[in-house]
């Protein structure tokens, strides 16, 4: 391995869904072509036909492989096996770079990298939180055992990754300002998510995209729609698109608001699919880190109605009108019924489209954090 050879890069998570999933296919292409090997290790038990078609579409780029064990959400005894699992094809495989992504994926890197060190193998570990164990409050019980666990891997952690400057906020609060490196390295999206979707002859007036349980707020969207239409005095229209644990709730939930034959709930679909269906995407979210949804849409053209959460912020702009308080459908149904009514509302909503590929584009991304990795490799 040379200083400015190609690397040969692992990526550990747990669940090919959502963000993560997106941040490291992306991540994988960009390395690959820069000339890097790439691999993945993740769950097998989550994901369906939308992601087997995105692990379809990452395979030429990954010279390394994919491989996919159980490995549960929960803290649980079978996560025994998934460490012995991951640690013989990690083996196997001689990375260079250990990337673990979300709680369980930077515990799997940072303990296999950790073993293999003490065989003298030669191996850096990164941890990229991307939210996960940061969204534990001190105050609960769970909460101090999980932040307590996050600063004791520390000391097997070469480089933190955090994805905004709130996660990093974030981590310093919950968990310690770091004691190992750590670099702010913004997510990105690529040229061809840059854009314009136009909106299908059929769209409706709001869209809900992602995951669907609580955490991402798919129940504040429905409350929100209720409302907004109070607001506007006239029936409106809307889509939920997703899958998730908690699908059959929210249609409850939408015949409970008698909401059912205006608001429809699609599977996952790929993105730009998804954003023809609508102008305005909603992210009602309790909590993020950096979400990719948001800086999809606006590559798409898209105007957005997000929660004030996460580095979302930082991507619309700390005093955007289109940032609402959390879990509160209230101010969100306003800015949905403001957003559909007033004339130009969306003008000041979506930031200037050069300076935001300039910040937020994959190319950047993937760069700088070559840059990370190389330092700590040949630095230590």
């Known amino acids: ?57 990452i395979m030429p780029f990954l010279s390394l492989g994919l491989t996919r064990l159980r490995i549960d959400r929960a803290i649980s005894l079978r996560d025994i096996p998934a ?5 013989k094809q990690i083996k196997e495989l001689q990375p260079d770079v250990l990337h673990g992504h979300g709680a369980k994926g930077g515990v799997v890197a940072r303990l ?17 939180p991307h939210g996960g164990s940061l969204h534990f409050s001190r105050r609960t019980a769970a909460g101090q055992i999980v932040l ?33 490196d750590a670099e702010r390295i913004y997510n990105g999206i690529g040229e061809q998510d840059f854009q314009l979707v136009p909106v299908a002859p059929d769209a409706v007036d709001f869209i809900y995209v992602g995951m669907l349980r609580d955490l991402k707020g798919p ?28 699908q059959a709730k929210y249609q409850r939930l939408l015949e409970t608001k008698g909401l059912g034959r205006r608001v429809g709930i699609l599977p996952a679909m790929p993105i730009h699919e998804a954003f023809a269906k609508s102008a305005i995407l909603v992210v009602p979210s309790r909590a993020e880190a950096m979400p990719y949804i948001v800086l999809e849409a606006i590559g798409a053209g898209k ?26 459908p ?26 935001f590929l300039q910040k937020f584009a994959t190319t950047t991304m993937a760069k700088d954090l070559e840059a990370f990795y190389r330092r700590k490799l040949f630095t230590r």
């Open 148 to 180: 307590r666990i996050e600063r004791q891997l520390e000391r097997l952690t070469d480089g933190l990754c955090f994805v905004c400057d709130y996660e990093r906020e974030t981590y310093s609060k919950k968990v310690g300002i770091p004691r190992c």
């Open 112 to 128: 296999v990298g950790s073993a293999l060190r003490v065989k003298r193998y030669r191996v850096a570990r990164f941890y990229s």
């Open 219 to 246: 129940d504040v969207f429905i409350e929100a729609f209720a409302k907004a239409e109070r607001i506007v005095g006239r029936p409106l229209t809307g889509l939920i698109i997703g899958d998730g644990p908690d």
């Open 330 to 355: 209230t101010e969100l149904a306003n800015a949905m019924a403001h957003a559909i009514t007033v004339p130009g509302w969306s003008d000041g909503v979506i930031p200037n489209r050069e300076l």
């Open 1 to 57: 391995m040379q200083p400015d050879g190609p690397l040969r890069i692992l990526h550990c998570f747990r669940s090919p869904v959502g963000g993560i999933f997106r941040h490291v296919r992306d991540l994988a292409e960009q390395h690959s072509r820069l000339g890097h090997q790439v691999g993945i290790i993740c769950d097998s038990s989550t994901g369906g036909a939308h992601e087997d078609k995105l692990f379809e579409h």
């Open 303 to 328: 105007t957005v109605i997000a929660s004030r959460v996460g580095g979302v912020p930082e991507i619309l702009g700390r005093n955007s009108k289109a940032l609402v308080p959390p879990g509160d």
């Open 83 to 87: 460490l012995t699992g991951s640690y």
